[in-house]
């Protein structure tokens, strides 16, 4: 749903009968190009535009998309469900936990929405985390899976996984983003849309375990609800400021 007023049906867009559109009612997206005569090429564009726009109601919002496809959003939802199915092929089950220590790759996104389609609970762990760290997450939060990439900055996480599997039996599968070696392949991963929930997680659920900053120790795992995380950032925006003009930079490496 768009601005909670409309609902965006992407051309060929796969049934979703758990998602509950109530009498939103569609718009419309138009494909274009933008030439650039400085830069001697042009930008592809697609707009969606909500039932009844009127430009001049600052709460009635365009959604633009850049360089491209029309169905972005429906290849995301894909990917996203495409994990899901992965993730409960291994046999995990709503509910379990899974440790997820990857670098800022486009896979993190498809990782964490699949976790969430899946109902099953990230424990976010930072990249620079070893065995130390890694071992005492799986083994508070009981997680039954571990996802990593393969290398990055010139370390080997399938070594670490190996380690932390020797030293907590209990931590079932590993799956690695790139070369997965003995372990599951994230690229591996199939669709069965008939394998995943067809209800939403209620919002007082747990979503995901957040790390404490740790300056007293090992960090610990604090659990966050769909909930309080959304009223968190709904109340960050109010006292920052943001309306809907505005516009919000946000810098990664």
Avoid: C
Avoid at 27 to 46: E, H, P, V
Avoid at 141 to 154: F, P, Q
């Amino acid at each position: 749903r768009f601005n909670r007023e409309s609902t965006v049906v992407l051309q060929a867009a796969p049934a979703q009968p758990w998602l509950d559109r109530g009498q939103a009612p569609g718009g419309t997206t138009t494909d274009g190009s933008i030439a650039s005569s400085r830069l001697g090429n042009s930008r592809q564009i697609t707009v969606y535009r909500p039932p009844g726009f009127d430009a001049s109601r600052p709460d009635n919002l365009l959604l633009f998309v850049f360089d491209g496809p029309h169905d972005l959003f429906m290849r995301a939802l894909e990917k996203a469900e495409t994990a899901a199915a992965g993730f409960l092929a291994l046999g995990l089950k709503p509910g379990d936990r899974v440790v997820v220590q990857l670098p800022n790759l486009p896979e993190f996104l498809s990782v964490i929405f699949g976790l969430f389609r899946a109902r099953l609970i990230p424990v976010y762990a930072l990249p620079a985390h070893r065995s130390t760290e890694i071992v005492h997450f799986v083994t508070r939060a009981e997680a039954s899976a571990y996802v990593v990439a393969d290398r990055h900055e010139g370390f080997d996480y399938r070594a670490l996984a190996r380690a932390v599997q020797a030293e907590v039996p209990a931590l079932r599968h590993v799956v690695v983003v790139g070369e997965a070696e003995e372990f599951a392949a994230f690229d591996g991963f199939r669709a069965d849309p008939a394998s995943l929930p067809t209800q939403d997680a209620d919002p007082s659920d747990v979503a995901f375990l957040q790390i404490s900053g740790g300056s007293t120790g090992l960090s610990k795992l604090i659990p966050r609800t769909h909930d309080d995380y959304l009223y968190s950032v709904r109340e960050s925006a109010d006292i920052s400021g943001l309306e809907p003009e505005s516009v919000y930079l946000t810098a990664l490496p």
